[in-house]
């Protein structure tokens, strides 16, 4: 009888956060809400049924204080913390070496994320998990709400590609965890160790890739204008509890 699959995220957080500005603290630490951003970023990961593990890549320096973390708000699907890599290429591997521990037989699909885009939902990783299923991959996409322009190293605009056919790419990026892991592989073989991002890489390599299009205040904070706007969402969402959507609150 096949073995049933796992679904396992793979939270890198290896960044120091150079363009936040946050002095001694790396940005997927920095609180918002009472709250660390990776915190919340793990907690869509903990609750849904569907993930069955969680590993993390995380500067090697900050790994007890993470695990304190992980201890004090109950996240308690992560199986692993592995310290990050000198690339987020690099640290993204490392997730994958545990995963691959972690699953060991097993078949697994991984869910690959940033740690510090906090801003997604159960549903969307429930679709990238159903994705992946029915097609092999699953690249959670943006809506693109403004013109896009292809340029070369000039400036010069090269082409305008239609909006209704364009995405921002964002994440989780999902795969099979052999397939993904095959890539990184061959891509150290080759000398490349500083891929954007993994849809990057799988592209790269040949995959076909499917999208999946997930909420659109999916950002990544990286600068104080995110870490302000997750802020904001944030406060909506709670407003909308208390005065519901749509609702007149001078009612």
Not at 183 to 202: F, P, Q, R, W, Y
Request: glycine share 8%; proline share 4%.
């Amino acid at each position: 009888m096949a073995k049933k699959n796992m679904n396992i995220g793979v939270i890198f957080a290896g960044g120091v956060g150079s363009r936040m500005h946050s002095k001694d603290i790396p940005k997927q630490f920095l609180k918002v809400h009472d709250k660390p951003i990776m915190i919340h970023t793990l907690e869509h990961f903990e609750k849904n049924d569907m993930i069955d593990a969680i590993v993390i890549s995380c500067i090697a320096s900050w790994i007890p204080h993470l695990k304190e973390l992980l201890y004090k708000y109950r996240i308690e699907k992560v199986k692993k913390v592995v310290a990050g890599g000198e690339s987020g290429q690099l640290s993204i591997y490392n997730g994958l070496c545990a995963a691959k521990e972690v699953a060991g037989e097993r078949p697994a699909i991984v869910l690959i994320h940033d740690g510090v885009r906090p801003l997604i939902d159960s549903e969307l990783l429930t679709k990238n998990v159903m994705c992946v299923k029915e097609h092999g991959s699953a690249i959670t996409t943006g809506i693109v709400k403004e013109t896009i322009a292809v340029v070369d190293e000039n400036g010069c605009i090269l082409h305008v590609p239609s909006r209704a056919d364009s995405r921002v790419a964002k994440a989780p990026q999902s795969f099979w965890l052999s397939d993904i892991f095959g890539v990184h592989e061959k891509a150290m073989k080759d000398g490349i160790t500083n891929a954007i991002d993994s849809c990057t890489l799988m592209t790269q390599y040949g995959y076909k890739l499917y999208t999946v299009d997930g909420p659109y205040e999916n950002i990544k904070i990286t600068t104080p204008d995110d870490f302000y706007t997750m802020r904001a969402i944030l406060d909506a969402k709670e407003n909308s509890q208390i005065y519901g959507y749509g609702e007149d609150i001078r009612a």
